[in-house]
């Protein structure tokens, strides 16, 4: 397979500037507010974000066969994906069991809040849809779409571990890192194991959904 070099400069230098700019927001100006989820201006400012990334993604793409490079197709194996998901799941609870005590990784992006407030649940539930639903689709297409596409012609385990690594980077968080790295490993694993970015994101999806659910529940 034959390496698209234009789409693969510019889908790396975009990552690297992302990441660039996310741990600098993240060093520069702290952990969010805690009540951050529970403000309408943290749902529509994501939204344009992810906007503004999908466009971006949407463009690179185009210097390619689109819909082949952001894999947009039916997984080969429903079946199988709903293995690997399993797998996946059962991957990262042992892992934050383990890293938990050590780094922390589930306090460090401070987003989520530490209690329930019914009379803030409408901004919450915006939130939650950014979060769980277009965060998702759009970080898919991203990395384990585009990212392991341009990636793949150097080698299915390469692509692989650079997409999780890159995919860590792009958060800006130091603690959490070797969990979003794994988990964007596993993801892209799943990916090329059933050539779709599709389960990905459902799987990406409920991962974040939970998260958000035994934040003010747990």
């Known amino acids: 397979m034959k390496i698209n070099r234009p789409a693969l400069t510019l889908w790396t230098t975009f990552v690297l500037l992302f990441a660039t700019l996310s741990y600098s927001v993240r060093f520069s100006s702290g952990k969010p507010d805690r009540d951050t989820l529970y403000k309408w201006s943290t749902a529509a400012s994501g939204l344009i974000q992810f906007t503004i990334v999908g466009a971006i993604i949407y463009g690179i793409a185009g210097l ?4 082949r490079l952001l894999a947009l197709r039916r997984p080969t194996s429903w079946g199988r994906a709903a293995l690997i998901a399993v797998g996946i799941g059962i991957t990262m609870t042992v892992l934050l069991g383990f890293l938990s005590p050590l780094l922390k990784p589930g306090q460090e992006q401070g987003l989520t809040p530490t209690r329930w407030e ?14 769980a639903v277009v965060a998702p689709i759009v970080e898919e297409l991203t990395f384990r779409g ?12 390469v692509a692989i571990i650079l997409v999780g690594l890159l995919f860590g980077l792009a958060h800006g968080l130091v603690e959490a890192f070797p969990f979003l790295a794994t988990f964007g490993a596993l993801l892209a694993y799943l990916r090329s194991r059933v050539d779709s970015v599709y389960p990905g994101m459902i799987v990406h999806g409920l991962f974040n959904a939970i998260a958000l659910v035994v934040a003010v529940t747990g």
């Open 64 to 67: 390619g066969d689109r819909r």
């Open 118 to 131: 019914p009379d803030h649940a409408g901004a919450y539930i915006a939130n939650a849809i950014v979060v």
């Open 146 to 157: 585009l990212g392991y596409s341009l990636l793949e012609p150097l080698g299915r385990w």
